[in-house]
């Protein structure tokens, strides 16, 4: 840190002696052959270090002091004293001193001294900003919207339709591109509205096959297939009076989409096996990344579904189209993975963010937080420079870093795909659940990355 220090010293070649060798080691100095003067000129100085003698006239170092941290009880002060006792330095820092230091010193201990104190201040500072973010953090959450961080015109549309679209029992139909974070946008509806104190039911239409799907959402009686050796409740069960979210919606199989469809028309069902009908009050929030009309149109969905799915419709917009919001969105995930990692990081720098904006996200907010998470993991300095990113995303590389990032980005998701399929076996449930992905979202990147067997 570049170091304001004052000095306050009623001994002329003292005094000047100190200030010589403060400046040689690159602080700022303002020295005062007295207290009286000093506090008169501190509001302007705005020191960070005070280093105080303790015996002076009119004012002792010890009243100094205590002015000093009444104006500004930040400021660190060393004391220094000829004439020092176990009392003087007790009472010392009683009043807040930092330290105390006995003439005759060298330049070297007065040096190491207050390297000490600039140390401390520097991280006190850091762990006020860390205070901030969580207490920034702790707002999101109370606000109901967690983790959807943003301030652009795009995320705020989206703010506001969630708002108005809690308070009501509409069926709600979430669009976005994979990644963009359709299912924090269902869970902000469903800790909005007046369900908020019964269960948010999550199921992955995408994830199962078509008997296993039937079983998750209706339940089944024992015995009503090989393996049903008890009767178990499905997720519209789970979710009584609560909301049920479909993930990825438009991986339901045909013949589900009429049972699924009766639900919603007259609210109950039989689970599979099961002859007694069962009543059902549960909000219906489904999430896609699938164009549905032109599923629709393919004979793939089924029109009166996405009618009855459609009702309040809400665009999710991919970060490519909200860049203003990746300032803040990568120091959320720097004070998120701060305290994951028990590692403090530096803010973006310029140069880096620069590259941030240029890139196109197509993995969006999900590629943002994985690739600050695989800094983390791999820099040892604290540092999220051009420098970092060269050396993680980039290396070796000739090409210019804006244009070079889509390329190395591609190939180390492609890399991660190929591993995780490797060892999983090429069994792609377990592998999107290893990557944290949907099994659709998979099977896209499969076939973007030409992986697909066969």
């Avoid at 007295?34 to 280093?51: D, F, M, R, S, W």
């Avoid at 967690?146 to 506001?160: A, L």
């Avoid at 629709?296 to 909200?322: C, W």
């Avoid at 290893?434 to 697909?452: C, D, H, R, V």
Wanted: glycine residues 6%; proline residues 3%; aromatic residues 6%.
């Amino acid at each position: 840190m570049n170091k304001k220090v004052l000095v306050v010293e009623d001994n002329d070649s003292m005094r000047i002696g100190i200030e010589e060798s403060l400046v040689r080691d690159g602080c700022t100095v303002f020295s005062f052959d007295n207290g009286v003067t000093a506090l008169e000129q501190i509001k302007e100085i705005n020191p960070q270090i005070a280093i105080v003698d303790l015996k002076m006239e009119p004012m002792n170092g010890l009243d100094v002091l205590k002015n000093l941290k009444e104006c500004d009880s930040k400021i660190e002060v060393l004391m220094i004293s000829a004439y020092s006792t176990v009392d003087d330095a007790v009472q010392a820092m009683h009043l807040g001193a930092a330290d105390f230091l006995t003439k005759p010193f060298s330049p070297n201990e007065l040096r190491i001294r207050v390297n000490k104190i600039a140390d401390k201040i520097s991280a006190d500072i850091k762990i006020l900003n860390l205070t901030e973010q969580n207490k920034m953090l702790n707002e999101e959450i109370n606000s109901g919207f967690g983790e959807i961080i943003g301030s652009s015109q795009e995320i705020q549309k989206v703010f506001q339709l969630v708002e108005k679209v809690a308070e009501t029992e509409s069926t709600v139909l979430i669009h976005g591109e994979s990644g963009t974070g359709k299912e924090l946008i269902a869970r902000a509806i469903h800790s909005k509205s007046p369900r908020s104190n019964n269960p948010f039911v999550r199921v992955n239409c995408g994830a199962l096959n078509e008997n296993l799907l039937e079983s998750e959402l209706f339940g089944h009686e024992k015995g009503a297939f090989t393996g049903a050796v008890k009767t178990k409740r499905g997720r519209f069960e789970l979710a009584e009076s609560g909301t049920l979210f479909f993930d990825e919606v438009g991986d339901i199989p045909l013949s589900l989409q009429v049972k699924l469809l009766r639900v919603l028309q007259e609210r109950e069902f039989e689970r599979v096996g099961g002859e007694h009908t069962l009543q059902t009050d549960v909000r219906i929030i489904a999430a896609t990344n699938m164009e549905l009309k032109k599923l629709v149109s393919a004979g793939k969905f089924r029109e009166d579904l996405f009618y009855r799915l459609n009702v309040i419709p809400i665009e999710v917009p991919p970060l490519r189209n909200r860049k203003d919001d990746i300032p803040q969105l990568v120091n959320h995930f720097i004070n998120k993975l701060s305290q994951k990692y028990k590692k403090q990081f530096d803010s973006l720098d310029q140069d880096a963010l620069k590259i941030f904006l240029d890139y196109s996200w197509p993995g969006n907010i999900r590629e943002l937080e994985n690739l600050i998470e695989r800094i983390f993991v791999i820099s040892n300095d604290g540092k999220l420079n051009i420098t970092v990113l060269q050396s993680i995303l980039n290396p070796g590389s000739h090409h210019s870093l804006n244009s070079g990032l889509e390329e190395a980005m591609f190939n180390y998701e492609k890399s991660m795909i190929e591993k995780a399929m490797k060892d999983c076996a090429g069994i792609k449930n377990r592998a999107a659940k290893k990557l944290g992905i949907k099994t659709s979202a998979l099977y896209y990147k499969l076939e973007k990355f030409g992986l697909i067997d066969g």
